[in-house]
T-cell receptor, first 114, second 113 residues
Framework: AQKVTQAQTEISVVEKEDVTLDCVYE???????LFWYKQPPSGELVFLIR??????QNEISGRYSWNFQKSTSSFNFTITASQVVDSAVYFC???????????FGKGITLSVRP | NAGVTQTPKFRVLKTGQSMTLLCAQD?????MYWYRQDPGMGLRLIHY???????AKGEVPDGYNVSRLKKQNFLLGLESAAPSQTSVYFC????????????FGPGTRLTVL
């Protein structure tokens, strides 16, 4: 069985602070894929990143970075110098190869105050 | 390219009424999904389809039916709506395999009184 845990439910920061969103996953598969999606107040989910289980390199995209650690089954997401536009619900998700379904975490609501 | 569209955007039903939510995608994707989103529950998969004419149950299929008669469309039906089905419904599509990025529609907010 697959499981994604996002223990933080709500985070509030002041603009320009760095913030890390945690994601811990459970799977028995050796080949699997991890995702982050963003859901801004407008409601539509937007894909941010996908990582496969064989690629543990950290990823950086502008102010966003992701830290994938198989040893701790974690795929954490850091926003550097947060901005008000980063306010959203962020979902971590997991699937295994040849699967047809994504398992989502319950999401983290991030509020960035000016 | 419209991407994934959903009809309607909002709907209010009375208990026992029926309705159909329509999802359409213009990306020629094989896979399509219906999710519901409830506060504190994240997204839960209702039904999905891996190709035209095929459907399968997800995590919370009870009370819903689906059909995929055309590749670009995925319909979600509620035969007898219940207040527990009050939710926001999202449709998504992807290329073959759930390991591919899913593209989401804007959502349908359904209230069952």
């Amino acid at each position: 069985a697959q499981k994604v845990t996002q223990a933080q439910t709500e985070i509030s920061v002041v603009e320009k602070e760095d913030v890390t969103l945690d994601c811990v996953y459970e799977t028995r598969d050796t080949t699997y894929y991890l995702f982050w999606y963003k859901q801004p107040p407008s409601g539509e989910l937007v894909f941010l990143i996908r990582r496969n289980s064989f690629d543990e390199q950290n990823e950086i995209s502008g102010r966003y970075s992701w830290n994938f650690q198989k040893s701790t089954s974690s795929f954490n997401f850091t926003i550097t110098a947060s901005q008000v536009v980063d306010s959203a619900v962020y979902f971590c998700a997991l699937t295994r190869e040849a699967n047809s379904k994504l398992t989502f975490g319950k999401g983290i609501t991030l509020s960035v105050r000016p | 390219n419209a991407g994934v569209t959903q009809t309607p955007k909002f709907r209010v039903l009375k208990t026992g009424q029926s309705m159909t939510l329509l999802c359409a995608q213009d990306m020629n994707h094989e896979y399509m999904y219906w999710y519901r989103q409830d506060p504190g529950m994240g997204l839960r998969l209702i039904h999905y389809s891996v190709g035209e004419g095929t459907t399968a149950k997800g995590e919370v299929p009870d009370g819903y039916n689906v059909s995929r008669l055309k590749k670009q469309n995925f319909l979600l039906g509620l035969e007898s709506a219940a207040p527990s089905q009050t939710s926001v419904y999202f449709c998504a599509s992807s290329r073959q395999g759930a390991y591919n990025e899913q593209f989401f529609g804007p959502g349908t907010r359904l209230t069952v009184l």
